[in-house]
Protein backbone atom coordinates (compact mmCIF):
# COMPACT_ATOMS: atom_id res chain seq x y z
CA UNK A 1 0.00 0.00 0.00
CA UNK A 2 1.01 3.64 -0.94
CA UNK A 3 2.60 5.24 2.17
CA UNK A 4 1.89 8.52 0.62
CA UNK A 5 -1.12 10.08 1.00
CA UNK A 6 -2.77 12.62 -0.88
CA UNK A 7 -6.14 14.31 0.57
CA UNK A 8 -7.38 14.17 3.67
CA UNK A 9 -10.85 15.65 4.75
CA UNK A 10 -12.37 16.22 7.79
CA UNK A 11 -15.79 14.00 7.11
CA UNK A 12 -17.86 14.70 10.25
CA UNK A 13 -17.47 15.03 14.28
CA UNK A 14 -20.02 12.22 15.70
CA UNK A 15 -21.42 13.38 18.94
CA UNK A 16 -23.77 10.72 18.96
CA UNK A 17 -23.79 7.09 17.06
CA UNK A 18 -26.39 8.53 14.70
CA UNK A 19 -23.79 10.46 13.27
CA UNK A 20 -21.62 7.67 12.27
CA UNK A 21 -21.01 7.56 8.60
CA UNK A 22 -22.30 4.44 6.78
CA UNK A 23 -19.66 1.74 6.81
CA UNK A 24 -17.65 1.40 3.65
CA UNK A 25 -14.35 2.29 3.64
CA UNK A 26 -11.86 0.06 6.03
CA UNK A 27 -11.41 2.24 9.09
CA UNK A 28 -8.28 2.53 11.90
CA UNK A 29 -9.26 3.61 15.08
CA UNK A 30 -6.93 5.91 17.67
CA UNK A 31 -7.72 5.48 21.73
CA UNK A 32 -6.16 6.88 24.65
CA UNK A 33 -6.99 8.62 27.60
CA UNK A 34 -7.05 12.41 27.17
CA UNK A 35 -3.54 14.24 26.95
CA UNK A 36 -1.68 11.04 25.75
CA UNK A 37 -1.34 12.38 22.22
CA UNK A 38 -4.03 10.81 20.05
CA UNK A 39 -4.19 13.51 17.54
CA UNK A 40 -0.89 14.32 17.72
CA UNK A 41 -0.48 10.81 16.18
CA UNK A 42 -2.84 10.78 13.65
CA UNK A 43 -1.27 13.92 12.66
CA UNK A 44 2.15 12.41 12.31
CA UNK A 45 0.88 9.40 10.47
CA UNK A 46 -0.75 11.45 8.05
CA UNK A 47 2.24 13.91 7.96
CA UNK A 48 -0.46 16.56 8.46
CA UNK A 49 0.60 19.29 10.85
CA UNK A 50 -2.64 20.89 11.71
CA UNK A 51 -5.50 18.52 10.98
CA UNK A 52 -6.79 16.48 14.07
CA UNK A 53 -6.60 19.75 16.55
CA UNK A 54 -4.11 19.06 19.37
CA UNK A 55 -5.04 20.51 22.51
CA UNK A 56 -3.20 21.68 25.89
CA UNK A 57 -6.72 21.50 27.60
CA UNK A 58 -7.29 17.37 28.52
CA UNK A 59 -10.64 16.21 27.82
CA UNK A 60 -10.42 18.61 24.46
CA UNK A 61 -12.00 16.00 21.78
CA UNK A 62 -15.38 15.41 22.92
CA UNK A 63 -16.96 14.01 19.40
CA UNK A 64 -15.46 11.29 17.27
CA UNK A 65 -13.76 12.79 14.45
CA UNK A 66 -13.91 11.23 10.88
CA UNK A 67 -11.12 11.94 8.58
CA UNK A 68 -11.38 10.46 4.99
CA UNK A 69 -8.02 9.55 3.14
CA UNK A 70 -7.64 9.59 -0.66
CA UNK A 71 -10.83 7.41 -0.76
CA UNK A 72 -9.06 5.03 0.69
CA UNK A 73 -9.67 4.64 4.55
CA UNK A 74 -11.01 6.42 7.37
CA UNK A 75 -9.04 7.87 10.29
CA UNK A 76 -11.44 7.95 13.28
CA UNK A 77 -10.35 10.07 16.21
CA UNK A 78 -12.25 8.86 19.47
CA UNK A 79 -11.96 11.21 22.47
CA UNK A 80 -9.81 10.43 25.81
CA UNK A 81 -11.49 8.73 28.33
CA UNK A 82 -10.57 8.80 31.60
CA UNK A 83 -9.67 12.26 32.47
CA UNK A 84 -11.12 12.57 36.42
CA UNK A 85 -11.94 16.44 35.99
CA UNK A 86 -14.58 16.24 33.48
CA UNK A 87 -17.95 15.48 35.11
CA UNK A 88 -19.38 11.86 35.61
CA UNK A 89 -22.40 12.42 33.75
CA UNK A 90 -19.94 13.49 30.42
CA UNK A 91 -18.04 10.95 30.88
CA UNK A 92 -20.48 8.30 30.96
CA UNK A 93 -21.93 9.79 27.38
CA UNK A 94 -18.52 9.45 25.73
CA UNK A 95 -18.39 5.70 27.15
CA UNK A 96 -21.69 5.20 25.82
CA UNK A 97 -20.15 6.95 22.60
CA UNK A 98 -17.10 5.51 22.27
CA UNK A 99 -18.57 1.67 23.20
CA UNK A 100 -21.42 2.32 20.29
CA UNK A 101 -18.72 2.61 17.93
CA UNK A 102 -16.20 0.15 18.60
CA UNK A 103 -18.89 -2.51 19.17
CA UNK A 104 -21.04 -1.47 15.71
CA UNK A 105 -20.25 -3.41 12.59
CA UNK A 106 -18.22 -1.30 11.29
CA UNK A 107 -14.94 -2.14 9.02
CA UNK A 108 -12.18 -1.46 11.99
CA UNK A 109 -9.18 -2.97 10.65
CA UNK A 110 -7.19 -2.11 13.44
CA UNK A 111 -7.51 -0.19 17.08
CA UNK A 112 -4.33 1.73 17.82
CA UNK A 113 -4.30 1.93 21.63
CA UNK A 114 -2.19 5.31 22.92
CA UNK A 115 -0.61 5.60 26.75
CA UNK A 116 1.77 7.92 27.90
CA UNK A 117 5.03 6.16 28.53
CA UNK A 118 5.96 8.00 31.63
CA UNK A 119 3.06 6.36 33.38
CA UNK A 120 2.57 3.00 34.75
CA UNK A 121 -0.37 0.93 33.62
CA UNK A 122 -3.40 0.90 35.60
CA UNK A 123 -6.82 -0.86 36.29
CA UNK A 124 -8.38 1.49 34.20
CA UNK A 125 -5.73 0.48 31.28
CA UNK A 126 -6.02 -3.05 32.07
CA UNK A 127 -9.67 -2.73 31.83
CA UNK A 128 -9.53 -1.01 28.74
CA UNK A 129 -7.29 -3.78 27.10
CA UNK A 130 -9.60 -6.40 28.17
CA UNK A 131 -12.78 -4.84 27.02
CA UNK A 132 -10.51 -4.42 23.80
CA UNK A 133 -9.57 -8.12 23.44
CA UNK A 134 -13.18 -8.98 24.20
CA UNK A 135 -14.20 -7.40 20.98
CA UNK A 136 -11.97 -9.24 19.12
CA UNK A 137 -10.53 -6.37 17.02
CA UNK A 138 -6.88 -5.63 16.21
CA UNK A 139 -4.62 -3.70 17.89
CA UNK A 140 -1.84 -2.44 18.58
CA UNK A 141 -0.64 -0.06 21.86
CA UNK A 142 1.77 2.80 21.19
CA UNK A 143 3.30 4.65 24.35
CA UNK A 144 4.14 8.05 23.36
CA UNK A 145 6.40 11.03 24.50
CA UNK A 146 9.01 9.09 24.66
CA UNK A 147 11.13 12.45 24.34
CA UNK A 148 10.35 12.80 27.99
CA UNK A 149 12.07 9.91 29.52
CA UNK A 150 15.97 9.53 29.67
CA UNK A 151 17.13 7.08 26.46
CA UNK A 152 18.39 4.80 29.44
CA UNK A 153 14.58 4.08 30.68
CA UNK A 154 12.61 3.42 27.35
CA UNK A 155 13.33 -0.73 27.93
CA UNK A 156 12.59 -0.57 31.11
CA UNK A 157 9.13 1.37 30.54
CA UNK A 158 8.65 -1.30 27.35
CA UNK A 159 9.09 -4.10 29.84
CA UNK A 160 6.56 -2.38 32.34
CA UNK A 161 3.70 -1.97 30.47
CA UNK A 162 4.69 -5.28 28.26
CA UNK A 163 4.33 -7.12 31.62
CA UNK A 164 1.47 -4.75 32.95
CA UNK A 165 -0.96 -5.37 29.86
CA UNK A 166 0.34 -8.76 29.44
CA UNK A 167 1.23 -8.17 25.68
CA UNK A 168 3.78 -9.35 23.11
CA UNK A 169 6.64 -7.64 22.27
CA UNK A 170 5.40 -6.83 18.91
CA UNK A 171 2.16 -5.31 19.27
CA UNK A 172 3.87 -2.08 21.21
CA UNK A 173 5.56 0.35 19.23
CA UNK A 174 7.63 3.34 21.06
CA UNK A 175 6.91 6.96 19.84
CA UNK A 176 7.28 10.40 20.49
CA UNK A 177 5.00 12.44 18.08
CA UNK A 178 7.08 16.05 18.96
CA UNK A 179 10.44 14.74 18.00
CA UNK A 180 9.19 12.35 15.25
CA UNK A 181 10.36 9.20 16.60
CA UNK A 182 8.91 5.71 15.57
CA UNK A 183 6.44 7.07 13.41
CA UNK A 184 7.19 5.19 10.36
CA UNK A 185 6.97 1.73 12.41
CA UNK A 186 3.44 2.85 13.59
CA UNK A 187 2.63 3.92 9.92
CA UNK A 188 3.79 1.13 8.01
CA UNK A 189 1.82 -1.24 10.87
CA UNK A 190 -1.83 0.56 10.27
CA UNK A 191 -1.25 -0.12 6.36
CA UNK A 192 -0.64 -3.48 6.89
CA UNK A 193 -3.96 -4.20 8.71
CA UNK A 194 -5.32 -1.64 6.47
CA UNK A 195 -4.62 -3.87 3.36
CA UNK A 196 -5.62 -7.17 5.23
N1 LIG B 1 6.66 15.97 24.75
C1 LIG B 1 5.69 15.46 23.99
N2 LIG B 1 4.48 16.06 23.96
C2 LIG B 1 3.51 15.50 23.17
C3 LIG B 1 3.75 14.35 22.38
N3 LIG B 1 2.60 14.04 21.74
C4 LIG B 1 1.70 14.97 22.10
N4 LIG B 1 2.22 15.86 22.96
C5 LIG B 1 1.56 17.02 23.61
O1 LIG B 1 0.56 16.53 24.50
C6 LIG B 1 -0.59 17.39 24.50
C7 LIG B 1 -1.84 16.61 24.12
O2 LIG B 1 -1.75 16.19 22.78
P1 LIG B 1 -3.05 15.82 21.90
O3 LIG B 1 -2.55 15.26 20.62
O4 LIG B 1 -3.99 16.96 21.88
O5 LIG B 1 -3.65 14.65 22.83
P2 LIG B 1 -5.07 13.93 22.72
O6 LIG B 1 -4.87 12.55 23.24
O7 LIG B 1 -5.62 14.07 21.35
O8 LIG B 1 -5.93 14.77 23.76
P3 LIG B 1 -7.55 14.83 23.89
O9 LIG B 1 -8.11 15.08 22.52
O10 LIG B 1 -7.74 15.96 24.83
O11 LIG B 1 -8.00 13.54 24.46
C8 LIG B 1 -0.25 18.53 23.52
O12 LIG B 1 0.25 19.60 24.25
C9 LIG B 1 0.81 17.90 22.62
O13 LIG B 1 1.65 18.87 22.05
C10 LIG B 1 5.07 13.76 22.43
O14 LIG B 1 5.38 12.76 21.79
N5 LIG B 1 5.98 14.36 23.25
MG1 LIG C 1 -7.46 14.84 20.64
Request: net charge positive; aromatic share 10%; charged share 30%.
Amino acid sequence: MKEHFKEVKFQKGAFSPRDFPVPSLPEVAFLGRSNVGKSSLINAFLRKRRLARVSSTPGFTRAINFFRVDHRFLVVDLPGYGFARVPLRIRQQWKVLVESYLSAPRPIKLLVLIFDVRRKPDELDRALLEYVTSLGRRFIVVLNKIDRLKKTAWLQALKTWQEGLTLSKESLFLTSCKEGWGINEVRREILKALKE
